[in-house]
Every structure is written in C-alpha cells, then in structure tokens.
Nanobody, 117 residues
Framework: QVQLVESGGGLVQPGGSLRLSCAAS????????LFWHRQAPGKEREMVAA???????NYADSVKGRFTISRDNTKNTWLLQMNSLKIEDTAVYYC???????????WGQGTQVTVSS
C-alpha cells in the first residue's frame, strides 16, 4: 500500500508560480510512475506530468515549458513546479502513483490551485 498527500496549492495571480508536493509513505519502493493530474470544474481529468523511476518524464502540451516534475529522494516527495501560471491552470491537482505495469494505482486527495487576478 502507498499513501499520498498533496500540498502546496493556493491562490496565485496569472504569471505567478506555485510548487506542489506529493508526499508518499508506505511501500514507496513499489512506485514506478508518479503522475500529476488535474481536473477543472465541468472538465475531464487530464494528465499534466509524469515521471518514471530511473528517469524519463513527459508533460501535457498545455504545460510544456512551464511545469517541471521532479523527485526529492531524500524526502520521498514528488514535486510539480508550476511557473507562468494561467487562468486555465485553475483546477484540483492530484498525484497518482502506479506500480510497474499499473498493477496497483494510488491517489492523493487533491489540492486546489486557483489562478486569478
């Protein structure tokens, strides 16, 4: 089992930055891929970024060049650095851990990001 807790959401003006954290506990060594997803009101959930154990990451086209996903191994925490935020980035952001082959799938509770002037 893996437990995930997101933090770092909040209210920011357009053009600002936020850093989201996803703290993992439990059987963290089983995590192969860590995703950040988001869901805005009335919209489908979308994958924002993903990072795999051993390297390799990918991003949604809408956030490329603005968001960076990384892992802090010393703290068993995954980060999502969000720069140049836009109003359309407003959503609840979730972290999601999968084991190899997506056999197990774990989700955090979500953190709200609101971009508004």
């Amino acid at each position: 089992q893996v437990q995930l807790v997101e933090s770092g959401g909040g209210l920011v003006q357009p053009g600002g930055s936020l850093r989201l954290s996803c703290a993992a506990s439990g059987n963290i060594f089983s995590i192969y891929t860590l995703f950040w997803h988001r869901q805005a009101p009335g919209k489908e959930r979308e994958m924002v970024a993903a990072i795999r154990t051993g390297g390799g990451s990918n991003y949604a086209d809408s956030v490329k060049g603005r968001f960076t996903i990384s892992r802090d191994n010393t703290k068993n925490t995954w980060l999502l650095q969000m720069n140049s935020l836009k109003i359309e980035d407003t959503a609840v952001y979730y972290c999601n851990a999968q084991t190899r082959g997506a056999i197990e799938d774990y989700w955090g509770q979500g953190t709200q990001v609101t971009v508004s002037s």
